[in-house]
């Protein structure tokens, strides 16, 4: 089973607006982080596929910051890999200790230009499936003894720097989704293909507004999308900064009510 974003909804109508200025941008903090959710049935396994084509991702010209932002990419990727490479390696070990299974987690997940990339993370349940995908829930008792530490801390989502280094993903950009659910949430907010314009970040705008953690109905899906699309929509790298910053803090002096 996969350790993963999050569904619910109603739906949409059309299809996404290009590139259309919001009239106010909002601040960081301006979203109250998710209540804890109550369990729900899981929803009807959907049919993985190749490419999200479903979504109509819109018309890509240029990855969401250009050169710079790629070149950023790889040079703090890189460093964090090579400072990093003994925690990696302990938390893998750790891993494979704690419960039978792989160490890393793979899953198909919708990326730039609604392509498939396969996402690396730490295995944090004691399933590991790519398709049917049913939603992390508070208190899930798919969850490992140390899958609980690893998703609360985040220190799950570490592999995803390969994924960056790659060029699958960025430092910070719109959180992927399991392609099931990037279908799904296209009906519930129209404006959803536009995230497809950046690269899927490790950390992003919606995390450090408090849209972390499951997205079990359609008011949380669209806050999220509100964000991913603000960020697509109006990308600086002042808000690089302030995403980064804003990040940091929450890893180690705040509390994230929306982690699980």
Not at 216 to 223: D, G, H, N, S, W
Request: proline share 8%; with cysteine.
């Amino acid at each position: 089973m996969q350790e993963k974003p999050k569904t619910s909804g109603e739906s949409a109508s059309a299809a996404a607006p290009s590139r259309a200025l919001p009239s106010a941008r909002p601040r960081l903090t301006s979203i109250t982080p998710p209540v804890p959710p109550l369990a729900s049935e899981a929803p009807a396994p959907v049919e993985v596929v190749r490419k999200a084509t479903d979504v109509a991702p819109a018309k890509l010209t240029s990855p969401v910051g250009g050169w710079s932002k790629r070149a950023f990419d790889i040079f703090a990727s890189s460093s964090a890999l090579v400072v990093l490479a003994p925690l990696l390696v302990a938390t893998a070990i750790a891993v494979k200790m704690d419960s039978p299974g792989d160490a890393i987690f793979q899953q198909e997940r919708g990326g730039l230009g609604g392509k498939t990339f396969r996402i690396f993370k730490f295995r944090t349940m004691s399933v590991m499936e790519n398709r049917g995908v049913v939603q992390a829930v508070h208190h899930d008792a798919r969850i490992t003894r140390l899958g609980a530490f690893l998703r609360r801390s985040s220190w799950d989502e570490l592999p995803q720097l390969i994924n960056v280094l790659k060029g699958d993903m960025s430092i910070i950009g719109p959180r992927p989704h399991a392609l099931e659910h990037d279908i799904y949430f296209h009906t519930v907010d129209a404006t959803y293909p536009e995230r497809f314009s950046a690269r899927p970040g490790v950390t992003g705008l919606a995390q450090v507004n408090g849209c972390r953690g499951p997205t079990e109905t359609a008011e949380k899906i669209r806050a999220r999308t509100k964000f991913d699309v603000e960020y697509v929509r109006n990308w600086t790298w002042w808000r690089e900064v302030e995403i980064v910053a804003a990040t940091v803090a929450l890893l180690f002096w705040k509390k994230d009510p929306g982690a699980l």
